[in-house]
């Protein structure tokens, strides 16, 4: 099955589009806003939309008596401790089902000398926020430790597949999940920056640089910096682009705080969050986004892409899923509960759009008032 091609397609008449008015209310925030649903091409079947669910959002998410259950089981230490590792077992076993090596991509680094890279990378007057300090995705240290930079790679790889279930393999579901996101972001900076070159690129929640190559990829002639809060990560990062050919303007990596990040004002012209913003409560969301309008351009973009509240898979999660994937997500109800175009809207940012990228992950663009 052919899907949207990896950064080159042009196949914009593949949007459906609906107009609806930005709004501040969150209980109308989901209908008001300008929800465009992009759409991948099947060989066999033509154009096919990725489907909306019913609600606002799922019903194990926010403050519905189900959330409110499932964070009751989670709270138990003794029962969350047994689904962390459920929910770790659940994750590895699928991937290698799949074809992505875990165990062998996870020893391959733990087993490597990225350890001289942390010293590079590490910056160590840099301030942990409260909230980074919770255990993530079934770590105990969360972000902060080898273990999870290590398997952050086929962590991500198996999401991509989660993500494109129908596709053939992890290069097809790349292209479609991630092509999809970048030619999202390049038609809004397209017709919304009035002809300003994307010269300078920051790619916030870098992690362990996939999201922060796929940039470097599309747009060769920008200079594109990753930054994370994790210096296991960027060590993990920065290994991994040793390892690859040389580019015509190599990748900086930068450990700071999105919500700080010490750069220049107006330095950059696009901003990146791929799959952060889920990891975070709202004052540290509200904190990005502030710190990313100050840090554009006027002209510049902002593209956050994450979980889609109105996917209808998710939406129809199983029981079982959902509560896996509550227990290893600390922050997911706050996330599903913060009204993004709201927040953006009122920060500063102007021509909102939000685009259902794939069918689990939305894509919400803006622009830095010129
Ligand atoms: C799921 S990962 C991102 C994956 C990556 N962008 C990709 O698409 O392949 C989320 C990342 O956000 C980072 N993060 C969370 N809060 C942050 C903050 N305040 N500043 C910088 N990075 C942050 C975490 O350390 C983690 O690496």
Known sequence: MALCAYGHSQNLSNFILKSRSIGNDHARRRTDSMMVKMVSSSSSTGAKAYEEGQLQMPKWAGQTPLSRLVQSIIAFKPLYSFLKLGARQVLIRTAEKKDIPWRELTREVLESDVYKELEIVQNSS????????????????GNL??????????????????AIPDASSLDEANRAMRGNWLQTIEQHHLQHSGNHVIKDILDVGCSVGISTRFLADKFPTAKVTGLDLSPYFLAVAQFKEKKVAPRQNPIKWIHANGEETGLPSKSFDLISFAAVLHECPERAIVGLLKEAFRVLRPGGTIALTDQAPRSKILQELSPVLFTLLKSTEPFLDEYYLTDLEGRLKEIGFVNIRNVLTDPRHMTVTATVPR
Do not use: K
């Open 145 to 162: 430790s080898w273990l999870a930079a290590a398997e952050a790679e086929p962590a991500t790889m198996a999401m991509v597949r989660r």
């Open 126 to 141: 840099v301030i942990y926020p409260d909230y980074y300090l919770n255990s993530f995705h079934a770590y105990d240290e």
